[in-house]
Nanobody, 124 residues
């Protein structure tokens, strides 16, 4: 059974920073790893992805503020979030997709495996 375990969420003031971590029970070297968020009343949004060779993608609203990274040998993926805004408040999920030849999808329904989520709240 594949497990993804997130940690690092919490409450922070606008302009602050947080780091989310995701440890997988599988080797992540060739998988698409993604951070996906969902706020109440909103659809899920793929925030960032990283795949083989460290190729990264970001949704426009977080470019230049968030950074996704990973260490394959540790089966660990991170999301560094800087200059946080109130609109970043959401439940953040780590998700994985079995290796694919194409780019990591921006459709959250495509991801095979999900963590339990970690809450991020940005408020003054």
């Amino acid at each position: 059974q594949v497990r993804l375990v997130e940690s690092g969420g919490g409450s922070v003031q606008p302009g602050g920073s947080l780091r989310l971590s995701c440890v997988a029970s599988i080797y992540i070297g060739y998988a698409c790893m993604a951070w996906i968020r969902q706020s109440p009343g909103k659809e899920r949004e793929v925030v960032a992805t990283i795949r083989a060779y460290g190729i990264k993608t970001y949704t426009d609203s977080v470019k230049d503020r968030f950074d996704i990274s990973k260490v394959n040998a540790w089966n660990t993926t991170w999301l560094d979030m800087n200059k946080l805004k109130s609109e970043d408040t959401a439940m953040y999920y780590c998700a994985a997709l079995d290796p694919t030849s194409g780019p990591c999808p921006d459709d959250s329904n495509r991801y095979n495996y999900w963590g339990q989520g970690t809450q991020v709240t940005v408020s003054s």
